[in-house]
């Protein structure tokens, strides 16, 4: 079973429309983060969170918004889905070491019509 | 601002060695970080650099170069399996990772 799991794996939704996706990790990590990937460029970082109370924005949060509802899981919405926010969405965790090695999850494609 | 770049695509043949490059600028830095992505899948750890030098880790290695702010992962005895994007990383003096847009690695037989 995979360490970082993503729900769903691919979603086609419409302008407008309120989706969630979801991340959960058997890793016992406390930091977990959602970043999104779009062709020709680097990651980006949403938002992370370092603790179940401790939520961040990241670098573009607008449009945004994350729950962590327990240490293993941490959601993030889209409140009215836009199309420029049709990208691959990865939800990562690290153990917050020297190093911060993330886990990702397999990722989400959203595709936003 | 910070910056990484890395060229967007190399092309290397099976059993060659492959050298990825790798420059950054941030505001302060807490190390560099190399990952592998597969087509579709997600980016998997592959090294990290903080001080000067070079870290050998089997066929692949990566080295630094703080006061250049360079960085290269070397890859010897290419296989098939290795055709990937290659993603680089900068840490800055936040801890927020720096991306780059990764650099896509062209195995030929």
């Known amino acids: 079973d995979a360490d970082v799991t993503q729900t769903p794996r691919n979603r086609i939704t419409k302008t407008g429309k309120r989706i969630m996706l979801e991340c959960s990790q058997t890793?016992?990590?406390?930091?977990m983060y959602w970043y999104r990937q779009d062709p020709g460029l680097g990651l980006r970082l949403i938002y992370y969170?370092?603790?179940?109370?401790?939520?961040n924005k990241g670098e573009i949060s607008d449009g945004y918004s994350v729950s962590r509802q327990a240490q293993a899981k941490f959601s993030l919405s889209l409140e009215s889905a836009i199309p420029n926010q049709t990208a691959l969405y990865f939800c990562?965790?690290?153990?917050?070491?020297?190093?911060?090695?993330?886990?990702f999850g397999s990722g989400t494609q959203l595709s936003v019509l | 601002g910070q910056n990484i770049d890395q060229p967007t695509e190399m092309t290397a043949t099976e059993g060659a060695i492959v050298q990825i490059n790798c420059t950054y600028q941030?505001?302060?830095?807490?190390?560099l970080f190399w990952y592998q992505q597969h087509a579709g899948e997600a980016p998997t750890f592959l090294s990290y650099?903080?001080l000067d030098g070079l870290e050998e880790k089997g066929r692949f290695s990566s080295f630094l170069s703080r006061s250049k702010g360079y960085s290269y992962l070397l890859l010897k005895e290419l296989q098939m399996k290795d055709s990937a994007s290659y993603l680089c990383?900068?840490?800055?003096?936040?801890?927020?990772?720096?991306w780059g847009a990764g650099t896509k690695l062209i195995i030929k037989p």
């Open positions: 990562a965790t690290s153990d917050g070491g020297d190093a911060e090695k993330l886990f």
């Open positions: 890793k016992g990590h406390d930091r």
């Open positions: 969170s370092f603790d179940v109370k401790d939520i």
């Open positions: 941030t505001s302060g830095f807490n190390g």
């Open positions: 650099n903080v």
């Open positions: 990383a900068a840490m800055d003096s936040n801890y927020q990772l720096i």
